[in-house]
Structure formats: C-alpha cells, structure tokens
Nanobody, 122 residues
Framework: QVQLVESGGGLVQAGGSLRLSCAAS????????VAWFCQAPGKEREFLGA????????TYADPVKGRFTISRDNAKNTAYLQMTSLIPDDTAVYYC???????????????WGQGTQVIVSS
C-alpha cells in the first residue's frame, strides 16, 4: 500500500507555470504507475497523464500535451506535474493516483492523494 500527498497548488496568472508534487510514503513506490487527474467545479474527474514505474514512459491527454509534463524521482518517492502556459480552464483540484498497471481510468487507481487546488486567474 502507498499513501500519497499532493502539494504545490495555488493561485497563478494565465500564462504562468506551476509544479505540483506528489509525495509517497509506504512501500514500493517504484512499483506503481503514477497518474495525475483534475476535477473542475461541476465536472467529472479527468485523466491528465501517467508515468511508468521507472519514469521511462509517459502518456498525456490531448488537452495538456505540450503544456504539462509528468516526471518522478523514485529516490525521493515523489512524482511531479509541471504545468506551463496555464489557462483559466485549468482551474481545478489536482490529484495524483497510483496503480500497479497503466490505465487512464480513475476506477483502476486504488491509491489517491487528497488533492491540491489550482486557480488560474485571467
């Protein structure tokens, strides 16, 4: 089992950047795929992207390709979501999640952080 805690959210102006962190505790963080999701007010939680267990492979949802980058440092038990060229529509609560296999479906991720709020002002 792994416990996840996100940090790094906040208020940023449109066009700005923000880096979110996902710190893991527990066992075998490097055995899990890590994904990032976001949930805007009144909307479903959406898949943003995921990174493989060793960080050699990443996948992204189309809306964030070229703007968001997922990375991880297994020595620090931490994954990251670097967000650039932010727009007001990126305003949401951002979550990291972990699974023993890759999926873009939130139902396949048994471990979740509590979320961190990102607000992008115009």
């Amino acid at each position: 089992q792994v416990q996840l805690v996100e940090s790094g959210g906040g208020l940023v102006q449109a066009g700005g950047s923000l880096r979110l962190s996902c710190a893991a505790s527990g066992r075998m963080f490097d055995a899990y795929y890590v994904a990032w999701f976001c949930q805007a007010p009144g909307k479903e939680r959406e898949f943003l992207g995921a990174i493989s267990v060793r960080g050699l492979s990443t996948t992204y949802a189309d809306p964030v390709k070229g703007r968001f980058t997922i990375s991880r440092d297994n020595a620090k038990n931490t994954a990251y979501l670097q967000m650039t060229s932010l727009i007001p529509d990126d305003t949401a609560v951002y979550y990291c999640a972990a699974s023993s296999y890759y999926s873009s479906s939130q139902a396949d991720y048994p471990f979740w952080g509590q979320g961190t709020q990102v607000i992008v002002s115009s």
